[in-house]
């Protein structure tokens, strides 16, 4: 799905699924680092133009998506609890580009958003059709579509300012670096990733 070179292991929806509430409050600080990494991004950039006004849409979204998340757990009688430290997103990011051409670190940026926002998507399916839970299945279903148009927006941007040949070079590395790191995580029911 959207590239991605391995499938999140099978046993992950059975473990995520009887840790509804810790997939919940996961699930929300994705959604609250998703706004801030776009809003990051609109800081680092602010001469293009274009990734200004994508973005700005893609933070309200993503916003959107959190206080939805919270929602999900409030009727539920469930709490936010503590942000935990994301291992998939720490292992990604170390392979965004340091020094070297400042264009190679921008695709990496937006790339490495790209991916998240794919094994988001490919998440949501997974809980979209395998939960038990109907509210939450509806939910993760609607949120799919969205990380998926999220994912496609990522990848244009880049193509928007960098040859095309270019991205989708790194974006090929980089699915191969994300399926490493996928192979690497203990498969874990309390993470979204």
């Excluded at 400042?102 to 979209?128: G, T, V, Y």
Aim: aromatic share 6%; hydrophobic share 40%; net charge negative.
């Amino acid at each position: 799905m959207l590239g991605l070179k391995l499938p999140t292991d099978p046993r992950w929806v059975d473990v995520a699924s009887k840790n509804l509430e810790e997939i919940l409050v996961d699930h929300a600080y994705c959604e609250q680092k998703a706004a801030s990494s776009g809003i990051s991004l609109i800081v680092q950039y602010p001469d293009r133009e274009k990734l200004v006004a994508v973005l700005t849409d893609v933070v309200t979204e993503e916003w959107n998506h959190f206080e939805r998340v919270l929602a999900q757990l409030r009727e539920r009688g469930m709490k936010l609890g503590r942000q935990r430290k994301d291992e998939y997103v720490v292992a990604l990011s170390q392979h965004v580009r340091k020094g070297g051409h400042p264009d190679e670190q921008f695709l990496d940026k937006l790339l490495m958003c790209a991916l998240i926002e794919a094994r988001s998507c490919e998440r949501f399916r997974i809980l979209s059709k395998e939960i038990d839970d109907e509210g939450l299945r509806e939910f993760y279903h609607e949120l799919m579509i969205s990380e998926a148009g999220h994912y496609v927006t990522f990848v244009d941007l880049a193509k928007e300012y960098l040859p095309h040949e270019m991205v989708k070079s790194r974006l090929d590395e980089m699915l191969q670096i994300e399926a490493e790191i996928i192979h690497s995580l203990e498969v874990r029911g309390d993470r979204m990733h």
